[in-house]
């Protein structure tokens, strides 16, 4: 399959809907973190299926657990209990097959690589030709909107400059399985937009899987299949809201104007609402 | 030409000093005192330095005006020592040592002046600092008959040098080329892969730290007899000194780099499946290079100090520590003074080189970082 580009806007028929494929599958997943005082019970019972270009965002208060999730789907974080598999293998098997490319909450740059070669270090790692890993970052970093910055070192861009980098390095060895936590965090509107829309063409093209941790419901809705709602900790699943059933695939940003959108986004509010009620 | 004119700041009043030398005398010839007048020579002088003075501000830019006034400075500088020449006694002479210190004081705004220049010239503004010291060295100690068993003036030292020319080389030679190099190499290099080792295997980490703060305590002129017992008068006693004095700063340094690798940054390396190695070499080696420089710079003095002390204790009749022992048996302070230079020379020139390295090598680093 030729390097991740934006797709034309024709409309591929979901394959998945005829015999939906599990990716990622999380059984009663409970994690407890031993620090030095006292456990912290990051997840609690947490299961969620994930089916082959399906599109999930997390949603739920900060320190709810989201990043822990998406840490054990990675292997980076062991579970204290509870199964989860990824393609089928063990999340440690799939880190081994290079089976998702992660970006990181924080964008983490390696300093002592200018913009380019750090979006090529994942290429490097995997033993591409040096002209196939220029041209791939080069084309990622256009689709971010860097183009121009190449020979850059990271401290010489803004914060958000930074995340699109790490966006774009997740994005250069075109994983089937994107795992994103609060991409855009750190941009404005304007750009965010933009970037929405080059993602849902992108994930559209290319069908991957996406699990995307966000702060923001508008950006849920419009980007997911499925929303899930988690709530304080120690998170918990609260809610898992499915956006395909109202809303079309192909979407565009005017969408948000729609009276099913704004019924979903409600939803999701109330169900973030209904998570922190015990505070009152 | 007239904007730099108006960026040059007003001159501070301090060297004016210099106005009140002709009221004290300037030298003195078998017990009598002689002024300013008596002297024709260094009235021309200190006429030179005032009238520099004066005139400051004529020419068009700042590096105009540094040149002037060092003018002003040089013949200041150079009254003293053609007083000496003619056979005056300075020590007590007011006047003169009035002049020579508003002149130094002028000094301080020629490298102010010469600090605001750009380009290569900048460069000479330290280079003018330490020539200044040497000839206030030569004034003050010839000035005042310091005796040159405490500190002989540089022209002295110069021609030891000169004189002791091929003997100086064979020190060089015999104390830097071999023993400090080969010591420092292997000293560095097995701090270096030890620390690699004890990354790897924790409990050697922590048997090895506790050996070290007890290693860096032992003192040099301790081990170094036991070392030229086990290793002989040549050179490898001197190195495996080194070798003790360098291998533990090499090692916490380069094992503190080790671990200075932040979390997110190893957990990229991890998603992307990638082994030890490879995480080493692409991630965790990379960020430990700020902290290897730091070892190989503290060590670079450490070096040379431990090849000096350890020729102290035997060595074949050559090298610096060996010269120094010996000369000053002699009373040849003159030949010290010649080799404690080099010694000076080859450490700030080793440092130097390691610094520049470091600053080329690690330029992404917060501490050098430019836009
Ligand atoms: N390594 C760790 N050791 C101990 N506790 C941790 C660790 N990592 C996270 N936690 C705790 O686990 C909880 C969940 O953290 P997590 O990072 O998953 O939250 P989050 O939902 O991603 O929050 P945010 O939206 O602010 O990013 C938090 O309360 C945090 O204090
Ligand atoms: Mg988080």
Redesign the interface.
């Known amino acids: 399959m030729p390097a991740a580009q934006p797709a034309p806007l024709t409309l591929v028929p979901p394959a998945a809907d005829a015999a939906p494929r599990t990716i990622v599958d999380v059984r009663n997943l409970t994690l407890t973190y031993q620090t030095a005082d006292h456990p912290v019970y990051a997840l609690s019972d947490v299961s969620l299926s994930i089916s082959k270009g399906d599109f999930i965002s997390l949603i739920g208060p900060s320190g709810c657990g989201k990043t822990t999730l998406m840490?054990v789907v990675?292997?980076?974080e062991q579970p204290t209990s509870g199964e989860v598999t990824v393609n089928g293998m063990t999340p440690e098997q799939a880190?081994?097959?290079?089976a998702?490319?992660?970006v990181?909450q924080?964008p983490?740059l390696?300093?002592?690589r200018t913009v380019e070669r750090n979006v090529m270090?994942?290429l490097?790692?995997?033993g591409l030709p040096r002209a196939e890993r220029q041209q791939r970052a080069r084309e990622q970093l256009d689709l971010v909107g860097l183009s121009g910055f190449e020979r850059k070192?990271p401290?010489?861009l803004s914060g958000g400059m930074q995340q699109r980098v790490s966006i774009a390095r997740a994005l250069a060895f075109n994983p089937d399985l994107l795992l994103m936590d609060e991409p855009f965090g750190a941009l404005d509107e304007i750009t965010r937009d933009h970037l929405n829309l080059q993602l849902t063409r992108l994930w559209l093209g290319t069908r991957k899987t996406c699990i995307f941790v966000t702060h923001s419901i508008a950006e849920a809705v419009f980007l997911s299949t499925r929303i899930v709602v988690m709530s304080p900790r120690p998170g918990r699943i609260l809610d898992v809201i499915d956006c395909d059933r109202d809303l079309p695939r192909e979407r565009t940003l005017d969408i948000r104007e729609s009276p099913e959108f704004q019924r979903i986004a409600h939803r999701v509010r109330e169900g973030l609402m209904e998570g922190h009620s015990y505070d009152d | 030409m007239s904007r730099s004119n108006m960026a040059r700041p007003i001159m501070a009043p301090w060297p004016l000093v210099m106005l009140a030398a002709p009221l004290l005398p300037f030298a003195a010839q078998d017990g009598t005192a002689l002024f300013l007048p008596q002297l024709p020579i260094a009235l021309v002088l200190f006429a030179l330095t005032v009238a520099a003075i004066l005139a400051r501000r004529l020419p068009g830019s700042a590096l105009g005006e540094a040149l002037l006034l060092l003018a002003g400075v040089a013949a200041a500088y150079a009254a003293p020592l053609v007083l000496l020449r003619q056979g005056h006694a300075l020590s007590q002479a007011g006047g003169l040592w009035l002049y020579v210190a508003g002149a130094t004081l002028l000094l301080w705004r020629v490298l102010a002046l010469l600090a605001g220049v750009n380009g290569p010239v900048r460069l000479a503004g330290p280079a003018l600092f330490g020539l200044a010291l040497v000839m206030l060295w030569e004034i003050l100690t010839r000035g005042f008959q310091v005796p040159t068993i405490l500190l002989p003036p540089p022209s002295l030292v110069l021609t030891a040098f000169a004189a002791n020319a091929a003997d100086l080389w064979d020190d060089f030679r015999q104390t830097v080329l071999i023993s400090v190099l080969r010591g420092y190499l292997i000293g560095c290099g097995a701090g270096f892969l030890m620390a690699i080792l004890a990354d790897r295997v924790p409990f050697l980490a922590r048997g090895l730290l506790p050996l070290g703060n007890l290693a860096s305590a032992v003192p040099v002129v301790g081990i170094a007899p036991i070392m030229v017992m086990w290793f002989g008068f040549d050179w490898q006693s001197k190195a495996a000194v080194i070798v003790v004095m360098t291998f533990f700063p090499m090692l916490i340094n380069t094992l503190a780099g080790l671990q200075s690798a932040?979390r997110?940054?190893l957990?990229?390396m991890?998603?992307?499946?990638?082994g030890y190695w490879?995480t080493l070499a692409?991630?965790r080696l990379?960020c430990a290079?700020p902290f290897l420089f730091n070892g190989l710079k503290i060590n670079s003095t450490l070096a040379l100090i431990g090849a000096i002390v350890a020729e102290f204790f035997g060595t074949p009749v050559v090298g610096m520590g060996f010269r120094i022992s010996t000369q000053v048996a002699r009373m040849n302070l003159d030949v010290v003074w010649a080799t404690i230079a080099v010694a000076a020379l080859t450490g700030s020139l080793l440092y130097g080189a390691l610094a520049l390295a470091e600053r080329h090598v690690?330029a992404?680093?917060?501490s050098f970082?430019k836009?």
């Open positions: 840490r990675a292997d980076l880190r081994l097959k290079r998702y490319g992660y990181f924080a983490a390696y300093p002592w270090l994942p490097e790692i995997m070192f401290w010489q | 932040e997110i940054q957990d990229l991890r998603s992307y499946g990638a490879r692409m991630l990379p290079l690690t992404w680093h917060p970082r836009r």
